[in-house]
């Protein structure tokens, strides 16, 4: 292990050239960083170099105090060491997809009538499938599944037929009205259905239907054609190859300004699953810190089709397909396909990361038309409301990625004077806003915008100024669109209708909406106050 004072004191001589992985640790020891490498010393002397690198890298850099590592015999066991030692340790500049972890199953029990049921993660005492990146596929095919195979879906079994029985939904082994090696049938065809073998499912379901209509059983056949033709409406405009009969997931790439977006698409057995949007910051081999940390909570396939490399040279391509192989227990194939079927499937997942590109680009311009320190994925809006002297409220949104987030949007009732007067109450609302983060310790917007012109911003820019808070704040006038900056006394006018302006007037309008809703809201509760008092 070396200690540095500063990045300058960094010394790529002490660093062996072995292949391993490194560790980056602040003054208090703490791991900052996990990284590996096949020659440690070249790969960790990157990072102190004087090249051109991400806003989060630069970062990293300035906080390392401690360089340590450990040395391996090749680049598969150092990358099954880093990918423990992440998990061990958790560090904040690694890659942290907290939404992988949210996806669902489908999930069976064990026990002798099992029920169906979603669940968030696997477990011993159920039987899963999936995971579903898609809520809706995986409620529309839990639906099909009780609606076809009549599964118990009670947590516990009621001494009378439910209401499913009732409308044929449930076979309700709870009365004894089915056996168990009956109630057995149905559980074995929902699994077989639930791995994704939908047309042997639908030729058994066929064959039952003849069986039934030349036994004469009329309503029989009849319920038997109408779940062949419910599996078919789930199912058929999903199915992709239907000859496909391993799994596939799909995943693309693409840099914007200082981020990496990326969307994965799920295939089983040549049905599409679904997709997931990923939005990461930019670090060195960001697309192979993507896949190891994605691959850490998620299910690994047998193939995984790329529109671009996540490796440097053949030997870390095979490296990390051991790597994965290791995981999954059974070969795994990383591929870039060049023609047919393989690649239309990253087209089309390509195509699905357009329209998450067009709204990181109107970011990424502005950003470089207002010359913002860094990409503003928070950014934070205020409108003051009101109708003469009355009601004086504030309504403040929040946008995350450039969508609503409407669990941090806020209602401030103006307290500190009484009348009409914008200004001041910009000022309070905005200093009582950012106090109490700064209080909670809660992360500070990436930027603040204030539905008005130069007097309002000049209100906000003082309340961030009695804060001792710099951060970066616009004003959006309404007149004529132009965007006023706290020391700049003439506006700056852009195109209305380019991607930035119409994502900035969306924000502006969501702000102004949601204070008048909170300012008809209070008239109204004070008409019924005064109502109630005249009555009395």
Known sequence: MIQISSPSDFKSSDIPTDPGVYLYKDEAGEILYVGKAKSLRSRVKSYFSGGDHPAKTRQLVLRIRQIDWVIVNSEIEALLLENKLIKQHTPRYN?????????????????????????????????????????????????????????????????????????????????????????????????????????????????????????????????????????????????????????????????????????????????????????????????????????????????????????????????????????????????????????????????????????????VDLQNNLNLPVLPNVIECFDISNLGTEHVVSGMVSFKDAKPDKKNYRKFKIKTFLGQDDFAAVNEVVLRRYKRLVEEKTPLPDLVMIDGGPGQVSAAKHALQALGLQIPLIGLAKEREEIYLPDESAPRIFDKNSKMMLLLRKIRDAAHDFSLGYNRKRRQMKIREEFKNAKS
């Open 95 to 363: 890659v942290n997809l907290k939404d992988a972890k949210t996806y669902a199953y489908i999930s069976l029990t064990r026990e002798n009538y099992p029920r169906i049921l979603t669940s968030r993660k696997v477990a011993r005492k159920l039987e899963s499938f999936g995971p579903y990146t898609d809520g809706f596929t995986r409620q529309d095919l839990q639906r099909l599944v009780v609606k076809v195979f009549k599964l118990r879906t009670c947590k516990t079994m009621p001494k009378r037929a439910c209401l499913n029985y009732h409308i044929h939904l449930c076979t309700a082994p709870c009365i004894g009205n089915v056996t168990q090696e009956k109630y057995g049938e149905q559980v074995r065809q929902a699994r077989s259905f639930l791995n994704g073998n939908y047309q042997q499912t639908i030729e058994q379901l066929k064959a039952q239907m003849e069986t039934s209509s030349q036994a004469m059983q009329y309503e029989t056949a009849l319920e038997l054609r109408n779940q062949i033709l419910s599996i078919r409406l789930v199912t058929e405009h999903q199915i992709v190859d239907k000859e496909r009969r391993f799994d596939q997931d799909v995943l693309v790439f693409r840099q914007v300004g200082e981020k990496m977006l990326a969307v994965q698409m799920g295939m089983r057995r040549g049905v599409l699953l679904g997709k997931k949007e990923f939005n990461v910051d930019l670090q060195p081999l960001i697309e192979q810190e993507f896949l190891k940390a994605f691959y850490t909570n998620n299910r690994i396939p047998r193939e995984i089709l790329l529109n671009k490399p996540c490796w440097e040279g053949a030997d870390e391509k095979k490296a990390l397909e051991k790597f994965l192989s290791a995981k999954r227990l059974a070969p795994v194939s990383l591929t870039i396909p060049r023609r047919a079927d393989k690649l239309g499937l990253v087209q089309l997942a390509e195509k699905n990361l357009e329209s998450t590109l067009t709204v990181d680009s109107a970011l």
